[in-house]
C-alpha cells in the first residue's frame, strides 16, 4: 500500500474579463478495492455552483459554472489516496481463452465491444504494418503478448513532452517516432484494438520518488488499460513500461483521448491572449504527528 498527497492546480489567465460557461471536471478518482480516497477537496476562483455525478464509466464527474467574470480562471484539487495495486507476478493463467487470438465470454463481450472497434483511421497502413510486425505465434499468452507490446513502445519510442493539445493519430506516432504520454498510450490503445482486445484510455496522476527516471511526472499522465480473462481491467504504461504499478493513480477511463480530459469548458467573450497553467504535485503523505 502507497499513501500519497496530490495536488492538481489548473488556471486560466485572459488578458479581458469573461464569462464563464460549463466547465466539466475528471479529476477525483473513485474508490475502489485498488485505490482508497482518504480526502478530498476542490477549490475554485471565482465562485461558482458544483454538481456532482457518475458518467456512463463510472467515472466521477464535478460539473462547474464558474459565476460572473474575471480575468482568472483558478481551479485546484486536493487528494489525500491509499494505492493498493494488484501485482502481476508470479502469475499463471491456464485458461485456455487468454491464448492469442484472445476470446471474450460473450456477457463481457457484449459490455467490451465499444473498446474493440477501433476509433482511428489508418489511411496508409502505417500502425496496421507496425502492429502486424508484432504478432506473435498464435498460441503466445496473450499477457505476454501486451507486456512485450508495453515493453515494446517504451523502448522504441522517444518520449517527447508536450503539455497541452490534443492526442495525435496512432499512425503520426509510428511516423515520427515519438510522443507524449497520451501519444504513446493511445498507440498502444488502438494497436490492441487491431488485434481483437479490448483496451481503453486512462488519464490519472504518476508519482515519481526522486531519481526513478519515471518520464510524465509533474502533470497529468496517461495509459493504458487491457481486459484480460481472469484479470479483468489491467493497467499497462507504455511511456515508462510499468503495468500494475503503485506509481499509476487512475482518475478516469475512456474510449478516447478527446472524453478525458480533466478539465474542459467554454467562455464568453473576447479573452485576447490567454494562457493555460497546470501544475501537478504527488508525493508521500507526510505521517501525522502524535500531540505531545
Known amino acids: 500500500m502507497t499513501r500519497l498527497t496530490i495536488r492538481h492546480e489548473t488556471r486560466y489567465d485572459y488578458e479581458k474579463p469573461v464569462g464563464f460557461g460549463p466547465h466539466r471536471l475528471l479529476v477525483r478518482p473513485r474508490d475502489s478495492h485498488a485505490t482508497r480516497i482518504i480526502h478530498a477537496s476542490l477549490s475554485f476562483s471565482p465562485a461558482g455552483e458544483t454538481r456532482w455525478r457518475y458518467d456512463a464509466l463510472g467515472n466521477c464527474l464535478c460539473l462547474l459554472t464558474p459565476h460572473g467574470e474575471a480575468t482568472a480562471l483558478s481551479i485546484v484539487s486536493e487528494l489525500v489516496i491509499e494505492r493498493f495495486p494488484a501485482p502481476l507476478s508470479p502469475l499463471r493463467i491456464d485458461d485456455p481463452q487468454t491464448a492469442t487470438p ?4 460473450r456477457c463481457d463481450r457484449l459490455v467490451l465491444d465499444p ?28 499477457l505476454d503478448l501486451v507486456m512485450r507490446l508495453n515493453a515494446s513502445i517504451h523502448e522504441a519510442f522517444d518520449y517527447s513532452e508536450r503539455p497541452h493539445g490534443d492526442a495525435q493519430s496512432p499512425a503520426h506516432t509510428v511516423a515520427t517516432g515519438s510522443g507524449a504520454c497520451r501519444d504513446l498510450a493511445w498507440l498502444m490503445v488502438e494497436s490492441l484494438r487491431r488485434l481483437g482486445y479490448a483496451a481503453r484510455f486512462v488519464t490519472g496522476y504518476l508519482y515519481s520518488p526522486a531519481r526513478s527516471g519515471i518520464r510524465g511526472a509533474g502533470a497529468t499522465h496517461a495509459w493504458c488499460e487491457v481486459f484480460l480473462p481472469d484479470l479483468g481491467w489491467t493497467e499497462f504504461d507504455p511511456t515508462n513500461g510499468l503495468a500494475e504499478s503503485s506509481a499509476l ?37 507526510e505521517p501525522v504527528k502524535a500531540a505531545a
Not at 102 to 105: E, G, T
Request: aromatic letters at 4%; glycine letters at 6%.
Open 102 to 105: 484472445i476470446v471474450y465470454d
Open 249 to 285: 493513480i487512475p482518475v478516469a477511463v475512456s474510449r478516447t483521448p478527446e472524453e478525458a480530459s480533466p478539465v474542459g469548458g467554454s467562455i464568453r467573450g473576447d479573452p485576447g491572449a490567454s494562457t493555460l497553467t497546470v501544475r501537478v504535485d504527488v508525493r508521500p503523505t
Open 115 to 142: 473498446f474493440i472497434d477501433p476509433a482511428t483511421e489508418d489511411p496508409d497502413d502505417l500502425l496496421l504494418n507496425w502492429v502486424l510486425r508484432h504478432i506473435p505465434r498464435p498460441d503466445e499468452p496473450a
